[in-house]
């Protein structure tokens, strides 16, 4: 970034109010010359995450609270206004060493650090001690200066020992000069291939085995970008060998770095060093994260008196949100004003969450911290914004800038949740025509300029936050103004024909032929051939997908829960879905937690973890003739109905999973359950019923 590119940046994060014409004012530059340095200064924030500049019609810069983050990425750090301590001058004086890949004369030094060269003298025998304990040298020349001797790999574990030692010593090495700093991006980079390797080679480390990683791939890439590489290693671990070399060969991808076999050799002697979780439990814990959301939404919509149990982007929203709680080692969830503006704006939800996040404690084995539960309630306010919006009746325009892929993701997400009428859908470059278009509200995912329309900024993939700022947005103008009745043109669709059939399905259930249902669905579906029941059967199936008659058995004798976990697992075990030590790690998993498999009053789901021989995602369910105790001793629930789950990852059932709890909510449900004659009867009666959800 150019001098005055960064100045104007300090100069907007430092002051409100800043204007295009104070700027040029200034900087005794054009209004052209400001914007085009403006748009500069967006390059460098959207390459480190952080939120754009926008303009106002007044020519007023706006700017998020986020802004501070670039302080630190441009601000000028040297030793001339902070004052080094010996010790902290000893550890500079020898990163300076490391660093230099030539001789370095002592004056050099001196001027780095701001401090006089008979201060670098008398540090020197100090500094020399300490890098010995590294095996690292220090060779004086007479004419030419200091340098150090030593193997690359010692210098990176050098490094790496003064990071570890303190994490404040990473911005000491940070200061020598930019080079040396590595764009959030690229951090960001780094933490995705970790954990993506984690799980790939089923290695999970620890908090502080985590940190060491991170550290020594942030010194690797720097160094290796300086062309400084590993030496030829004669020893390598070959258990780790594999998951260095796929870390190694994505940081080469992703970091536009070159890596050499030594240096995968020495990352697995590096890995070989690290500390691992036992994870025996890790994939077992997948549908339990699932069944503990599940009771978490019930409690929070019976204390707010609002069912939001419906609501299939909650469910999976805030279950995979709450697996990312139990499962990081460290919580890098930030303050953030956005959502604590909404927490206070919300006392109702958080005091509705906190009554009822025991449930997530209790499984977590630790406290839900405040930032952490804020985190939850945005989930939840983001549902209610879902829900108190269905029947907006809005003109709207969406503005975007990705191309047609991200306008038709954005649409999608926007039909599934508001009665909203798309009046047009506008390229970002063609701004200048949103005014003339006769709508209530324009959506965009860039900011605009001269737009004289309401209108809220959202990312193109709509996040939690961007239904609770389109909420915030839509009570705005609703209190505002009237917005006029309209009749809102409505798309046909086989999806939107079905839902307004399935009530009259349900209302004569009992007088309308299956097979007739069956037909006139099928029929619709057929006229319409968009294909999408087709693509439900093979990517997310539906409940009544996973529990035809074929997978269903009625009136089993069982004498124990045992025996009703290996008869309900049989169909799927002889077809090939599990195998037999599958049905054994169910049954452990219950003797170990509990009959907490029981989703339902007497309804069990047993299940257990991808790892533990699972191979194609299923389920099969048997009614007993008999209700039995599911589970030991006094916590055992009384059960009349066993369904066996075989769970492949986190989301090929979590569809059919979410109907079959909200289904198993209905009284009636239940009920046609109970009486259901035959097993095609009782697959006829899932089906009916996951139409009327």
Same mark, same amino acid.
């Given at each position: 970034?150019?001098?005055?590119?960064?100045?104007?940046?300090?100069?907007?994060i430092?002051?409100?109010?800043i204007?295009?014409?104070?700027?040029?004012?200034?900087?005794?530059?054009?209004?052209?010359t400001i914007?085009n340095?403006?748009?500069? &200064?967006?390059?460098?924030? +959207?390459?480190?995450?952080?939120?754009l500049?926008?303009?106002?019609?007044?020519?007023?810069?706006?700017?998020?609270?986020?802004?501070?983050?670039?302080?630190?990425?441009?601000?000028?750090?040297?030793?001339?206004?902070y004052k080094?301590?010996?010790?902290e001058?000893?550890i500079?004086?020898?990163?300076?060493?490391i660093?230099?890949?030539?001789y370095?004369?002592l004056s +050099?030094?001196?001027?780095t650090?701001?401090?006089?060269?008979?201060?670098?003298?008398?540090?020197?025998?100090r500094?020399?001690?300490?890098?010995?304990?590294?095996?690292?040298?220090?060779?004086?020349?007479?004419?030419?200066g200091?340098r150090?001797?030593?193997?690359?790999?010692?210098?990176?574990?050098?490094?790496?020992?003064?990071?570890?030692?303190?994490?404040?010593?990473?911005?000491?090495?940070?200061?020598?000069?930019?080079?040396?700093?590595?764009?959030?991006?690229?951090?960001?980079?780094?933490?995705?291939?970790?954990?993506?390797?984690?799980?790939?080679?089923?290695?999970?480390?620890?908090?502080s085995?985590y940190?060491?990683?991170?550290?020594?791939?942030?010194?690797?890439?720097?160094?290796?970008?300086?062309?400084?590489?590993?030496?030829?290693?004669? &020893?390598?671990?070959?258990? +780790?060998l594999?998951?260095?070399?796929?870390?190694?060969? %994505?940081?080469?991808? %992703?970091?536009?770095?070159?890596?050499?076999?030594? =240096? =995968?050799?020495?990352?697995?002697?590096?890995l070989?060093?690290?500390? %691992?979780?036992?994870r025996?439990n890790?994939n077992?814990?997948?549908?339990?994260?699932?069944?503990?959301?599940?009771?978490?939404?019930? #409690?929070v919509?019976?204390?707010l008196?609002m069912?939001?149990?419906?609501?299939?982007?909650?469910?999976?929203?805030?279950?995979?949100?709450l697996?990312?709680?139990f499962?990081?080692?460290?919580?890098?969830?930030?303050?953030? =004003?956005?959502i604590?503006?909404?927490?206070?704006?919300?006392?109702?939800?958080?005091?509705?969450?906190?009554?009822?996040?025991?449930?997530?404690?209790k499984?977590?084995?630790?406290?839900?911290?405040d930032?952490?539960?804020?985190?939850?309630?945005?989930?939840?306010c983001?549902?209610?914004?879902?829900?108190?919006?269905q029947?907006?009746?809005?003109?709207?325009?969406?503005?975007?800038?990705?191309?047609?892929?991200?306008?038709?993701l954005?649409l999608?997400?926007?039909?599934?949740h508001y009665?909203?009428?798309?009046?047009?859908?506008?390229?970002?470059?063609?701004?200048k025509?949103?005014?003339?278009r006769?709508?209530d509200?324009?959506?965009? /995912?860039?900011?605009?300029?001269?737009?004289?329309?309401?209108?809220?900024?959202v990312?193109?993939?709509? /996040?939690?936050?961007?239904?609770?700022?389109?909420?915030?947005? &839509?009570?705005?103008?609703?209190?505002?103004?009237?917005?006029?009745?309209?009749?809102e043109k409505? =798309?046909v669709?086989?999806?939107?024909?079905?839902?307004?059939?399935?009530?009259v399905?349900?209302?004569?259930?009992?007088?309308?032929?299956?097979?007739?249902?069956?037909?006139?669905t099928d029929?619709?579906?057929?006229?319409?051939?968009?294909?999408?029941?087709?693509?439900?059967?093979?990517?997310?199936?539906?409940?009544?997908?996973?529990?035809p008659?074929?997978?269903?058995?009625?009136?089993?004798?069982?004498?124990?829960?045992?025996?009703?976990?290996?008869?309900?697992?049989?169909?799927?075990?002889?077809? #090939?879905y599990?195998?037999e030590?599958?049905?054994?790690?169910m049954?452990?998993?219950?003797?170990e937690?509990?009959? %907490?498999?029981?989703?339902?009053?007497?309804?069990?789901?047993?299940?257990?973890?991808?790892?533990?021989?699972?191979k194609?995602?299923?389920?099969?369910?048997?009614?007993?003739?008999?209700? &039995?105790?599911?589970?030991?001793?006094?916590?055992?629930?009384?059960?009349?109905?066993?369904?066996?789950?075989?769970?492949?990852?986190?989301?090929?059932?979590?569809?059919a999973?979410?109907?079959?709890?909200?289904?198993?909510?209905?009284?009636?449900?239940?009920?046609?359950?109970?009486?259901?004659?035959?097993?095609?009867?009782?697959?006829?009666?899932?089906?009916?019923?996951?139409?009327?959800i």
């Open positions: 970034m150019k001098k005055r590119t960064k100045e104007i940046l300090l100069e907007i430092d002051r409100n109010d204007t295009i014409s104070s700027l040029a004012e200034n900087f005794s530059v054009s209004k052209r914007r340095d403006l748009n500069d &200064i967006n390059d460098f924030l +959207k390459e480190n995450n952080i939120s500049l926008s303009l106002c019609s007044n020519g007023k810069i706006e700017k998020k609270d986020d802004i501070k983050d670039a302080y630190e990425l441009i601000s000028d750090r040297d030793f001339y206004t080094l301590s010996k010790e001058r000893k500079m004086i020898a990163i300076i060493l660093e230099s890949s030539e370095i004369t +050099k030094i001196a001027d650090l701001y401090v006089s060269r008979a201060t670098i003298i008398n540090d020197l025998g500094v020399k001690e300490y890098l010995k304990i590294g095996n690292l040298t220090v060779i004086s020349h007479a004419n030419k200091l150090l001797d030593g193997l690359e790999s010692d210098k990176r574990s050098f490094l790496l020992s003064i990071i570890l030692s303190d994490q404040d010593n990473k911005n000491l090495i940070s200061s020598i000069n930019s080079e040396n700093l590595l764009l959030k991006s690229d951090m960001d980079k780094i933490h995705r291939i970790i954990n993506e390797q984690e799980h790939a080679h089923e290695k999970y480390l620890t908090d085995s940190l060491k990683l991170k550290s020594y791939l942030t010194i690797a890439i720097l160094r290796l970008k300086k062309g400084e590489l590993i030496e030829k290693q004669n &020893i390598t671990c070959k258990t +780790k594999s998951m260095a070399q796929d870390i190694f060969k %994505y940081i080469s991808q %992703y970091c536009n770095i070159m890596t050499t076999v030594d =240096e =995968e050799m020495f990352l697995s002697r590096v070989n060093g690290l500390r %691992y979780l036992k025996d890790e077992e814990s997948m549908v339990k994260i699932q069944l503990l959301t599940r009771q978490f939404i019930e #409690g919509s019976h204390e008196k069912n939001l149990n419906d609501d299939y982007d909650f469910y999976q929203n805030l279950s995979n949100h697996e990312s709680i499962r990081s080692r460290n919580s890098n969830l930030q303050p953030n =004003e956005f604590d503006a909404v927490v206070i704006k919300n006392p109702n939800v958080i005091m509705a969450a906190r009554k009822h996040i025991d449930i997530i404690e499984y977590a084995q630790k406290e839900i911290d930032i952490e539960l804020a985190y939850i309630t945005i989930h939840i983001a549902a209610i914004e879902r829900k108190k919006n029947e907006i009746a809005f003109h709207v325009i969406l503005v975007c800038n990705g191309g047609i892929g991200t306008s038709q954005l999608a997400k926007l039909k599934t009665n909203f009428q798309i009046v047009d859908i506008v390229s970002s470059h063609d701004e025509n949103i005014n003339n006769n709508a509200l324009v959506i965009s /995912t860039v900011p605009l300029e001269n737009i004289k329309s309401d209108y809220v900024i990312s193109p993939l709509f /996040t939690d936050e961007d239904y609770i700022r389109l909420g915030s947005k &839509i009570d705005e103008i609703r209190n505002a103004r009237n917005i006029p009745p309209r009749i409505k =798309e669709t086989a999806k939107g024909l079905l839902n307004k059939l399935k009530s399905f349900m209302e004569f259930e009992d007088k309308i032929p299956v097979e007739l249902t069956e037909k006139v029929a619709i579906l057929d006229y319409f051939d968009d294909g999408s029941h087709e693509e439900l059967d093979y990517t997310k199936p539906y409940l009544h997908h996973l529990l008659s074929s997978n269903i058995k009625l009136d089993v004798e069982c004498d124990n829960w045992r025996d009703a976990i290996k008869i309900s697992a049989k169909k799927l075990l002889d077809d #090939g599990i195998e030590r599958y049905i054994d790690s049954i452990a998993n219950i003797e937690n509990g009959p %907490y498999v029981v989703i339902s009053e007497g309804f069990a789901m047993p299940h257990e973890g991808i790892d533990s021989g699972t194609k995602v299923g389920m099969n369910l048997i009614r007993l003739k008999n209700p &039995i105790m599911f589970g030991d001793g006094e916590e055992g629930e009384e059960v009349k109905f066993v369904c066996c789950l075989s769970a492949i990852d986190h989301n090929t059932h979590l569809k999973f979410f109907n079959l709890v909200n289904m198993l909510g209905q009284d009636k449900f239940k009920e046609a359950m109970e009486n259901a004659k035959t097993e095609y009867e009782l697959s006829e009666i899932i089906r009916r019923y996951e139409y009327s």
